[in-house]
């Protein structure tokens, strides 16, 4: 019988570790905004053989780039509202979700996420989406999040995160949903 292959999408912070792709068994899938992520300029110096590996794995199609469908972005814009991570995801990362939905739903293959990244990692368990954190512990269970005003306790919009209360004028925050 034939091992079904298995795809990975890693987020930034897993190509950060140094990861080498040829221990991988199956195809590592990412985006291209996590790639820009890893190529940025306060990494080029320290990572330069990151950079090289990511190249390389490119090349010789062990990593696959692929920018995920707007109908998947839009499906994780809206979910992260309703946990209350849209603010803590960047684009990049809510990209990432939208293309492991994507290859779960049109791919005949296992998919897996890796991440170190709580926000993303809580989305995920909001969709049932397998993950795993590498090198540290990852989330115990999902949060609903609510955007709330520290001073007048007042409730707001998850996209509504570190702007000023209209009341009061301080900074809204995030806290578990009672």
């Known amino acids: 019988m034939k091992k079904k292959v298995t795809i990975y999408i890693f987020d930034t912070n897993i190509f950060l570790t140094g990861i080498d792709f040829n221990l991988i068994e199956g195809f590592i899938y990412t985006t ?3 790639i820009e992520e890893v190529k940025d300029r306060r990494y080029v110096e320290k990572n330069r053989n990151i950079i090289n590996k ?7 199609n062990k990593l696959k780039i692929k920018f995920p469908e707007n109908k998947y ?9 309703k946990t209350g ?6 684009d990049a990362d809510k990209e990432l979700i939208a293309l492991t939905i994507e290859l779960i739903e049109k791919s005949n293959k296992k998919v897996k996420m ?3 990244d709580y926000s993303i990692e809580n989305v995920c368990s909001e ?3 397998p993950f795993s954190p590498l090198f540290k512990d990852g989330i115990e269970s999902k949060i609903t999040w609510e955007v ?6 007042n409730i707001h919009k998850a996209e509504d995160l570190n702007k000023i209360c209209e009341i009061c004028g301080l900074k809204l925050r995030r806290r578990p949903k009672k």
Not at 73 to 81: A, H, L, M, Y
Not at 148 to 153: I, L
């Open 32 to 34: 291209p905004s996590i």
């Open 54 to 60: 990511i190249n390389v794995a490119i090349e010789t």
């Open 73 to 81: 972005i839009n499906k994780i814009k809206d979910i992260s509202k």
């Open 85 to 90: 991570d849209f603010k803590a995801l960047s």
């Open 114 to 116: 890796y991440s170190n």
């Open 127 to 129: 969709l049932k989406i």
């Open 148 to 153: 709330y005003c520290p001073n007048c306790k």
